[in-house]
């Protein structure tokens, strides 16, 4: 299997390096938990490394990242101190963080422990609450289930929504509901499939089961330990760094008040808009987004290496 690691507090993490070290440093945060970087730099490596020094990851644990061994302490603090080791490891003074998804969630809970560390933060269709996300995919699920006439299933769906279970059982009830969507499933989040992501262009269907098997345990000790099911809604506010929030107009991920919240307590927030995008529109809408990206963040940023 075709890996890049570097070692970051002890473990080795997949990191994938685009561009100049002369270019504003950014730093690509995926989502899952435990999806891999993959999809984000097929479509925006060659986009973006003219303009960036792009650095794209596989978070501890996941994919092509060392796999977590048993009885090994591990959480989601880890994966915060981790983007901080890995920015003193390569030498970089301040650097961008764009998190995409659960990516969102990580990005925000490192800016807001390590505010000096960073210049901008961009959220592409991020969670910050998870029962608030699982909500709207039920929805998302629900309507789904109507198209393809399972019925029963949609009134399932919907019976959930306001039923008063913890973010974990929230999480929990879609993931198992939404599989019974099965071929259909990708539905919840994509509305454009026209431009995929070819998966086997690197690595063979066997390679990615054995890699995604790394990611389970990721996901299970990110579950059991709990910490992702904590609202961060609240830090928003206290954030001064600049911050873009990007939603897709068909993505559920990022619900009404997700982007209220935002709107109201983001000292220093923006928001874009992709009008034809799901959940991803680093690949939907994938050249609009790398132009958002250069817009947003300055070209004429402080010097990034040290």
Same mark, same amino acid.
């Given at each position: 299997m075709k890996e890049n690691k570097i070692m970051v507090r002890g473990k080795g993490i997949h990191v994938e390096i685009y561009? /100049?070290?002369?270019?504003?440093?950014?730093? *690509?945060?995926?989502?899952?938990?435990?999806e891999s970087c993959y999809d984000f730099s097929f479509h925006q490596r060659n986009r973006l490394k003219d303009h960036f020094y792009l650095i794209c990851i596989d978070q501890r644990g996941v994919c092509r990242s060392e796999v977590i061994s048993e009885n090994e302490a591990f959480g989601f603090q $880890?994966?915060?101190? #981790?983007?901080?080791?890995?920015?003193? !490891?390569?030498?970089?003074?301040?650097w961008s963080v764009l998190g995409h998804s659960f990516g969102g969630f990580l990005a925000l809970a490192y800016v807001s422990q390590y505010p000096n560390s960073i210049d901008c933060v961009l959220f592409e269709c991020p969670t910050f609450d998870f029962t608030l996300t699982s909500k709207s995919l039920l929805k998302k699920t629900a309507y789904l289930f109507d198209k393809y006439n399972q019925h029963e299933l949609k009134e399932k769906a919907l019976s959930l929504i306001n039923q008063n279970f913890s973010p974990r059982e929230f999480t929990e009830m879609y993931m198992e509901l939404s599989d019974k969507?099965? +071929?259909?499933?990708?539905?919840?989040? %994509?509305? /454009?499939? $026209?431009? &995929?992501? #070819?998966?086997?262009?690197?690595? %063979?269907?066997?390679?990615? $089961? !054995?890699? *995604? $098997?790394?990611? #389970?345990?990721?996901?299970n000790l990110l579950r059991e330990e709990g910490m992702i099911f904590t609202s961060l809604l609240d830090e928003i506010?206290?954030?001064?760094? &600049?911050?873009?929030?990007? %939603?897709?107009? *068909? #993505?559920?991920?990022?619900? +009404? !008040?997700?982007?209220?919240?935002?709107?109201?307590e983001a000292q220093n927030g923006s928001i874009f808009h992709f009008e034809k995008s799901g959940h991803t529109p680093h690949y939907e809408e994938a050249d609009r987004f790398r132009d958002v990206i250069i817009n947003f963040i300055p070209l004429q940023s402080i010097q990034n290496v040290t």
């Open positions: 561009g /100049s070290k002369e270019n504003p440093a950014l730093l *690509y945060l995926h989502g899952g938990p435990g $880890d994966l915060v101190e #981790d983007c901080e080791a890995l920015r003193l !490891k390569l030498n970089i003074n301040r969507l099965g +071929e259909n499933r990708m539905e919840i989040y %994509t509305f /454009s499939f $026209d431009n &995929p992501t #070819d998966y086997y262009a690197a690595y %063979t269907e066997e390679e990615w $089961d !054995k890699l *995604y $098997d790394r990611s #389970d345990i990721h996901y506010k206290h954030v001064e760094n &600049p911050m873009l929030l990007m %939603t897709g107009e *068909y #993505d559920p991920a990022t619900c +009404e !008040k997700h982007v209220e919240v935002f709107i109201r």
